[in-house]
């Protein structure tokens, strides 16, 4: 005897059941007592000094969170001339399918993943060079931009148009009293031709890796040459002598944050994202001292350290403002102080943009690039490295549910696995191994949709979903 065969649902009897799943998440909804709020324009969003950065429509009226507002351009150094075309290539490749996790330098080559696989196991590519470690990052000699350069997004932010002045940090340091890390240690890095007596050089200590740089005994932010010295005439000039924690303290306190690496070099580009547009230096492509004295506080033609020019009309450092903004109306994002951003690791953290003692070529220092970036220990004080705080823009509060935990409940559980792959739970792990009798998502377990499902009578409770950033620079 044959058994009936069963015949897969008809038209009438999918839509019967579509219907039915569709009511009970309408009445799932109905429960729940309220519509997701709509999004912040952030049109109406504004704060004193700073600019808006993200993506604008048509009217030049910027995008709303509804749809994809952020901003994808491409990062990196701009030495490198052969990328141009990988690049141009890169902002056309789609973000799906089976070459979506290709790096630029694989499409470029026109080979597919499966490809790049076999090569390496196979042991046809070169990999002398040994694995990288993760965080790996490879920098151009020049201008310590990453390389090669790649597309990146980011989303939309506010960012202030200049750099964190003596007297705005003067005003944080009145209200909380804080104390600056050189303050803390004693010291801080003066450059060499700026020291106030010569003869302190016999016997001072220099940087290592850096020997024209003099560690200079209660030099600090208020005395930036050390004791002698004073910021009194210097108000609009960017704070120099903070480290990377006093510069995040500051933003803290301001309801800011450092920005993101990638955030400010897309601050820095100024609407330069493609290959078409993009350039090597903020005021072009011409690698002058003429081109770059309208633009930027660099050190000019003259030997470093002892000889400077001043062609572009200042030794140190410049007041804020001085030279001509970039395209999103910003200053100072080359030249004048390196600016600490968010990211590397305490020993390693990462400045952006250069300084008064770079030049636009590399032939001493950095070149002063929009790609320039250079790292320093998280605690290094220096009389040319500054910053300048973000924030981001409203959004509106997301909310999920979560079960309430019932009494024998201890929640998440650390779950170790043994050489055998065996899963291990320690003990008060408040999970019962051998209770599996009622488990309401067996396999074999038949839901009827025009019912609530076991979970759902379970107790639930709205609550606020936490908010991350996520960002491969941290």
Known sequence: MTSPRRHPPGKLGLFLLLWLTAASSARANEADGEEEEPHPDPNEEDYPGMIYVGRMDDDGRRTGFDVDNGI??????????????????????????????????????????????????TGQLDLSKGPKPFGWFEEHPLDGGAVPPRVVRVDPFFIDEAPVTNKEYGKFVRATFYETEAEKFGWSFVLSSFLPNAEELESAEVDPEAEDWVAVDKAYWRNPEGPGTSYKYRENHPVVHVSHRDAAEYCKWAGKRLPGEREWEAAARAGRHGPKDRTLYAWGEEPSVDASREHANLWGEGDFPWENRAE??????????????????????????????????????????????????????????????????????????????????????????????????????????????????PQNSGRDLDDDDDDEFDEDFDHDPTKPRPDERRGRKKVVKPRQLTSDEL
């Open 72 to 121: 994808k351009y491409i990062f990196g150094t701009g030495f490198d001339e052969s990328h141009k075309e990988i690049e141009e290539e890169d902002l056309h490749h789609e973000r799906y399918g089976p070459d979506s996790a290709h790096d630029v330098p694989d499409r470029a080559r026109g080979k597919t993943r499966e490809q790049v696989l076999h090569e390496k196991r």
């Open 312 to 425: 572009d009309g200042w030794r140190a450092t410049s007041p804020v403002r001085t030279y001509e903004p970039n395209a999103y109306g910003m200053y100072d994002m080359t030249g004048n102080v390196w600016e600490w951003v968010r990211g590397g690791k305490h020993r390693s953290r990462i400045v952006r943009g250069g300084s008064y003692v770079d030049g636009y070529d590399g032939s001493f220092n950095h070149a002063a690039t929009l790609g320039a970036r250079a790292t320093l220990h998280g605690t290094t004080t220096t009389g040319n490295v500054g910053f300048r705080c973000v924030r981001s823009p409203r959004k509106r509060t997301e909310y999920h549910y979560v079960y309430e935990n019932g009494e024998g409940d201890g929640g998440p559980a650390l779950v170790m696995e043994d050489a055998d792959g065996n899963r291990k739970y």
